[in-house]
Each structure stands twice: as structure tokens, then as C-alpha cells.
């Protein structure tokens, strides 16, 4: 599909484990960026890449996420030490540089650390 | 700084009621506005959009005006549907900024 994809879809993981998503943007989307939608709570903005230039990380919780973007295609975000306020659900977007810059969602990474 | 609020959920209609959801933002300059839908188990996705002040965006019979005056961006739709079930989002995207600004999204539950 043209999508945007993400994997995996469901993962449960232990406490203090590392985990890692992946997101696959829409072809030729400049632009990339991470949310966290927690239960019952709007979209929590992580990270976004833009071609070449550095992150804007200003919205990583804390030192245990990182986030890179290889080739300006596929972005994998990774959280070290998982704990279990780190369960929500991970969503992915892409978007060309356009003024309006709309955004196409990936149906998202539940994650759920017990 | 940037911000949008929105109406508190859940909003509970009958089939064929009329539906508002009420967004305000707040933003310096002239902001692009948008309405995204999210369906139950998958992604959100755009519903509609204005980019200057008095536009309408409209989609599946949603309408929103741009109103400037009121720094508002309501939702509506003259007849809702089962099917219009979903968690809706209020969301800006200041002039020549690349971070959309999301509100904190209004679940709308449709009875038949």
C-alpha cells in the first residue's frame, strides 16, 4: 500500500526491557514524526524529521527514548528501560513540505510493558 | 505559545442529531486549522482543513469555519451517523512552522 506502515502492532514487553518501533512514511514524504497517544489522552508530540536537518526532539520524555530516521526514509523509535508508564500508543506520520503540511498517520504501535 | 482546546468527551447523539464539537486555539500570526478522525482501531486521518480566516472546510457533510474574531474552529454536521463514531481532533499548524499543534480530541459516541 501507500501508507504509512508501522510495526510491530502489538508489543508487550516487560519492565526494564529495550523495545523498538519501526514506521515506514509515505514515499518522497520529507517529513517525520513521532506521537504518543496514551489511554484517554490527545496526541503527546515526541520527534520530527525534516530531510537532513537535525531532529526537533523537544518533546522526548526523558533520556530513555531516541529516535533516528535512516536514508530520510524509515525512523525507528527506541525506549530503553521500559516502565509501564511508557504503555500508550505509538504513532507515526509523514507529510510533504507543503504550506498546509497534512499529515498521513500510521495505524499506530500498541505498547504495553508489564 | 501554540495551543488548541477543545470540548471534553465523550459526546453521546442519537442517530441523526446535530453535532458540535467546539475548538478554540490560540496562536501568533495566521495559523492553518484542521480536523483529523480517528476510527476505531485504526490511524487518524485528515477530515478537513481551512487555511485563512472565513474559510469552510467541509468533508462527509463536516463543516468548520475559520473564524478569526472568535479564534474558533467548531465542528459540525447536520446529521451524524453510526458510523461517525470516532475520536475527532482539533488541530493548528502555525505559518511557516512544521509541528501541528493538537487538541486533546472529543470521542463521539452515535446511537441508532
Same mark, same amino acid.
Given at each position: #500500500? !501507500? ?6 502492532? $502489538? =508489543?508487550?514487553?516487560? =519492565?526494564? =526491557?529495550?523495545?523498538?518501533? +519501526?514506521?515506514? @512514511?509515505?514515499?518522497?514524504?520529507? !517529513? ?19 530531510? $537532513?536537518?537535525? @531532529?526537533? =526532539?523537544?518533546?522526548? @520524555? ?7 530516521? %535512516? #536514508?530520510?526514509?524509515?525512523? %525507528?523509535?527506541?525506549?530503553?528501560? %521500559?516502565?509501564?508508564?511508557?504503555? !500508550? ?8 513540505? %507543503?504550506? $498546509? $503540511? ?5 495505524? #499506530?504501535? +500498541?505498547?504495553?510493558?508489564? | ?18 453535532? &458540535? /464539537? ?37 468533508? *462527509?457533510?463536516?463543516?468548520? &469555519?475559520?473564524?478569526?474574531?472568535? &479564534? ?28 501541528? /499543534? ?8 452515535? *446511537?441508532?
Amino acid at each position: #500500500g !501507500a501508507g504509512v506502515s508501522q510495526s510491530p502492532s $502489538n =508489543k508487550v514487553t516487560e =519492565k526494564g =526491557k529495550d523495545v523498538e518501533l +519501526r514506521c515506514d @512514511p509515505i514515499s518522497g514524504h520529507t !517529513a517525520l514524526y513521532w506521537y504518543r497517544q496514551s489511554l484517554g489522552q490527545g496526541l503527546e508530540f515526541l520527534i520530527y524529521f525534516q530531510g $537532513n536537518s537535525a @531532529p526537533d =526532539k523537544s518533546g522526548l @520524555p526523558s533520556d530513555r527514548f531516541s529516535a533516528e530516521r %535512516t #536514508g530520510g526514509s524509515v525512523s %525507528t523509535l527506541t525506549i530503553q528501560r %521500559t516502565q509501564q508508564e511508557d504503555s !500508550a500508543v505509538y504513532l507515526c506520520a509523514s507529510s510533504l513540505l %507543503t504550506r $498546509n $503540511n497534512e499529515q498521513f498517520f500510521g495505524p #499506530g504501535t +500498541r505498547l504495553t510493558v508489564l | 505559545g501554540n495551543s488548541v482546546t477543545q470540548m471534553e468527551g465523550p459526546v453521546t447523539l442519537s442517530e441523526e442529531a446535530f453535532l &458540535t /464539537i467546539n475548538c478554540t486555539y490560540t496562536a501568533t500570526g495566521y495559523p492553518s486549522l484542521f480536523w483529523y478522525v480517528q476510527y476505531p482501531g485504526e490511524g487518524l486521518q485528515l477530515l478537513l482543513k481551512a487555511t485563512k480566516a472565513d474559510d469552510k472546510g467541509s468533508n *462527509k457533510g463536516f463543516e468548520a &469555519t475559520y473564524r478569526k474574531e472568535t &479564534t474558533s474552529f467548531h465542528l459540525e454536521k447536520g446529521s451524524v451517523q453510526v458510523s461517525d463514531s470516532a475520536v475527532y481532533f482539533c488541530a493548528l499548524l502555525n505559518t511557516g512552522g512544521f509541528k501541528t /499543534i493538537f487538541g486533546a480530541g472529543t470521542r463521539l459516541f452515535v *446511537k441508532a
